[in-house]
C-alpha cells in the first residue's frame, strides 16, 4: 500500500524496489509474537510457499499478496530473459503464475478474487499490444490498487462498525482479523481501533483461536500494541462468559461470504455463532466485497481447506497427542446466515435477508472500481 496510507503501527504486505529488483515485503506471522521478522520475497516460488505455510494469513491479506506475487513474476521473468521474452510468452508465464498461486488455498474468496484480477489487467494489456516494460508496470499498479483498495475498505468497515460499539462495551473476536489479515486496519479489528481511537473504553476477549492460536499470537499482539485493554481466554471458555453477562458483541472476519449470506470463518467461529446466539448477543462479520462470492448459494458449497493433521496432535512443535492417533484439522467451518446479526462492509452494514444486501455491495463495488 502506499505509504501516505499506512497510518497504523503494523504493516503486513507491502511492494519494495531494491538494488536487486522488485521484493514483495512480509511480516512473517509464523513466528510472531517471539520474533518480528520481515520477509523480502524475490520469487513467485516464495511467495506462493508464504501464504502455504501461513507467515501471511487472513483473506485480505493473502489476496494481495498473491497480486503483488504475480507483479513480481513478470518483473523476474523479464529481467532474467534480457529482452528475448515474447508477449505469448509472459502472457502463459503469468497465467502458470496465477494457477500455482491459486492452489496455495481453497477457501479465502479474496486469493482468487486477486488473481483474476490481475489476469485479466495482464490479458487485457497484451492485446492491445502493451511492451513488455509497460505490461510490467500496469501489473505493478493494478496490485498497488488491490492493496490501496483494501486499506480504505478496512477504514470504511471500520467506520462503520464503530456505530455499533457502546461506550464500555466487552466484546469478544475469533482468530485474527486485524492489520495482521489485511492491507489495512482489519476487518473485525478495525471497528473496535476505530471506536478505541474515538475514546470509547473498550475491552476484548480474545479466543486463543486453537489449533494455530492465531488469537492468542497475533491478536493479543495486535491489541497489545494500539494500548486497547484485552483477555485472552480458550476457545472452550466462550460459553462461560457469555453466561456471565461480560460479553456485549462479538465480531469476526471471513474468508468467504456465499451468496445467502452464510459464512466461512477459523474454525471454531460457528461454535462462537451458536453460543451467542443462544444468549442474545450480536454476533458480527466484517468482510469486504472481494470476500462475498455470489457464484457460491449457501455455505454447503463452500471448499474447506483441509491442514496438517500435525497442527492439532501438537502446538509450535511439542507433541500434545500419543503418536499415530488418527486427527481432523478443517481450517475453517461455516456459519449459518440464520446466526449472524449483521455482515460489516466497506458498503454499509447489511441485515438478514441478505442476498438483495449482498449483490448491491458487489455492484457498488465494480462500479466504483
Known sequence: MSNNKQTQGVRTVWWEDDASGAVVCLLDQSLLPQEVVYLRL????????????????????IGVTAAFGLALSIRRLI????????????????????????????????????????????????????????????????????????????????????????????????????????????????????????????????DETRPVLQGARLTTWELQQEGIPLTLITDSMVGHFMRLGNIKAVFVGADRVAANGDVANKIGTYSVAVLAHAHQIPFYVAAPSSTIDLDIPSGEYIPIEQRNLEEVTSVRGIAIAPAGIRAANPAFDVTPHAYITAIITERGIIHSPYEEGLRRVIMDSRYHN
Not at 524475490?42 to 491479506?61: M, N, S, T, W
Open 79 to 206: 529481467q532474467e530473459q534480457d529482452g528475448s521474452l515474447s508477449l505469448s510468452a509472459a502472457q502463459q508465464h503469468v497465467h502458470a503464475v496465477g494457477e500455482l498461486l491459486s492452489e496455495t488455498r481453497p477457501t479465502a474468496v479474496n486469493l482468487f478474487w486477486a488473481i483474476e484480477r490481475m489476469l485479466l489487467c495482464a490479458d487485457v494489456a497484451i492485446d492491445n499490444h502493451a511492451s513488455l516494460q509497460d505490461l510490467a508496470h500496469l501489473l505493478q499498479a493494478e496490485a498497488q490498487s488491490i492493496a490501496d483498495e483494501d486499506f480504505d475498505a478496512c477504514m470504511a468497515m471500520g467506520n462503520y462498525g464503530a456505530e455499533l460499539i457502546a461506550d464500555g462495551d466487552t466484546l469478544l473476536t475469533h482468530c485474527n482479523a486485524g492489520a495482521l489479515a489485511t492491507a489495512g486496519w482489519g476487518t473485525a479489528l478495525a471497528p473496535i481501533y476505530v471506536a478505541h481511537k474515538a475514546g470509547k473504553r473498550i475491552h476484548v476477549f480474545v
Open 42 to 61: 524475490k520469487h513467485e516460488q516464495e511467495v506462493a510457499d508464504a501464504i502455504r505455510a501461513l507467515k501471511v494469513r487472513g483473506a485480505p491479506a
